[in-house]
């Protein structure tokens, strides 16, 4: 039995979906680390839920009742910290994934948090501004108690934007009766955002990108790459990319895919999005399926979008040297597995995306200090932790015959358990 299946037999069988791969991380970790059941157990629970109903009156005043979630993985390094999704498809078990992998990206790159993630399943395109403002209040009034600078900082992830975070800063100060600046990250710049924030996590992604190529031998420029999913992540990631004379081949979204086989131009792809709502009918490729952005004929392939998309059934036919995960969960344990048997380079997602919870730091620090930085400052900053953070699990993986998955995990749950250890039990 590999190390692997002894990890996948022994999570717990009711698991499914990305919380199942997440648990299967952790077990894999905690055998890498030799540590025991007990410390499985306490990394494997979140430390506190929050389910709600979040009741909205509609715009043609009939009534719509949601569920709306607030998960915190983990408080052992410091206050709770993590995106809001809204999606048709969130479940309580997902959010509790989500904050997981929070808590080991927050651990990973030394940003003083453990891991949150809160959900409402909606679709935020089936309704209007005013209709998702009542329902961001209402989950915001719900979730209260357990927010605030110092306990729990959400952010935007999938579905949510600055939009969102500015009411849910608005509704907690309201309720405070003062300004507080510091309950949510990813802010409008109007309203103490940071420079740098809404780009960051695509610039952190292409960081690690252009550093795992170089490792694998590949110089970016004239290198192709294929990105899935083209909203905060993969937009900036392949404008980035393009930006350091990388050919970005294939590009995808929710709607179709697009492809040119001597690069995409990427600006004028985004001037059709903006006009259109998707990359589909971009008179400047070809319309394709989106499975085959994944197996695209690539140098680097970029996730960008869900948890789930590589497979035990197409992982095999992935081609790209490097995979650099932008989404949260994008590649399954099994998938993993077939992808380093095939000598894939897989950059996982608690490094790779970690720009965004990098700069959300930075915006909580300059919020809490009311002092502004630069772009450049925020710029070189970001870089300088995404590199640092690629150095460290690179040498950890190599020094101990490591994935980069399985050594970034176990760096990570070393550091929260040092925590717990430190701290002690209470009581
Ligand atoms: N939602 C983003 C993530 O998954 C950002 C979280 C944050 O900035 O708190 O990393």
Not at 6 to 34: H, N
Request: with cysteine.
């Amino acid at each position: 039995m590999t190390a692997l299946d002894l990890a996948r037999a022994s999570a717990p069988d009711t698991a499914t979906g990305p919380l199942r791969d997440a648990l299967v991380q952790l077990r894999d970790a905690i055998d890498v680390l030799g540590y025991d059941e007990g410390t499985y157990a306490m990394l494997a629970t979140p430390r506190r839920e929050m389910t709600v109903s979040v009741p909205l009156r509609r715009d043609d005043g009939s009534i719509t009742v949601v569920t709306g979630h607030r998960v915190q993985h983990n408080l052992s390094r410091g206050p709770a910290k993590g995106g809001l999704r809204y999606s048709p498809d969130v479940t309580l078990d997902e959010v509790r994934a989500l904050a997981m992998w929070m808590t080991w990206k927050c651990a990973l790159l030394d940003v003083p948090y453990g891991g949150a993630k809160g959900g409402v399943r909606i679709d935020p395109r089936a309704f209007s501004r005013p209709e998702l403002e009542r329902v961001t209040r209402r989950w915001t009034s719900e979730v209260m108690p357990i927010l605030g600078p110092d306990q729990d900082i959400p952010a935007p992830d999938v579905g949510t934007d600055e939009r969102t975070m500015a009411w849910i800063m608005d509704t907690f100060s309201v309720a405070r009766g003062h300004t507080v600046l510091g309950v949510v990250t990813g802010k409008p710049l109007a309203l103490g955002g940071s420079l740098g924030r809404a780009s960051a996590t695509s610039r952190g992604v292409v960081h690690v990108a252009l550093a795992a190529l170089r490792h694998r031998g590949i110089e970016p420029a004239g290198a192709r790459a294929a990105v899935q999913g083209f909203g905060k992540v993969g937009r900036g990631a392949a404008v980035f990319l393009a930006e350091a004379g990388v050919r970005v081949t294939h590009v995808s979204d929710q709607y179709g895919a697009v492809a040119a086989a001597t690069g995409l131009d990427i600006a004028a792809l985004e001037r059709h999005l903006d006009a259109t709502g998707s990359v589909v009918g971009f008179a400047g490729g070809d319309a394709v399926p989106g499975a085959e952005v994944i197996e695209a004929d690539v140098d680097l392939l970029v996730p960008a979008a869900i948890e789930g998309v590589i497979t035990e059934e197409n992982a095999a036919r992935v081609r790209a040297q490097v995979v650099v995960e932008g989404a949260n969960g994008p590649t399954t344990p099994e998938a993993d597995r077939i992808l380093e048997d095939a000598g894939r380079l897989v950059v996982p997602d608690i490094l790779a995306n970690a720009g965004g919870v990098i700069v959300s730091y930075f915006e909580w620090v300059q919020a809490n200090q009311a002092y502004w930085w630069s772009a450049p400052e925020v710029e070189l900053r970001l870089e300088e932790r995404m590199l640092r953070g690629w150095e460290r699990v690179l040498g950890h993986a190599e020094a101990h015959g490591l994935s980069l998955r399985r050594a970034a995990t176990a760096l990570a749950v070393s550091s929260v358990a040092e925590a717990h250890l430190l701290r002690g039990l209470h009581p």
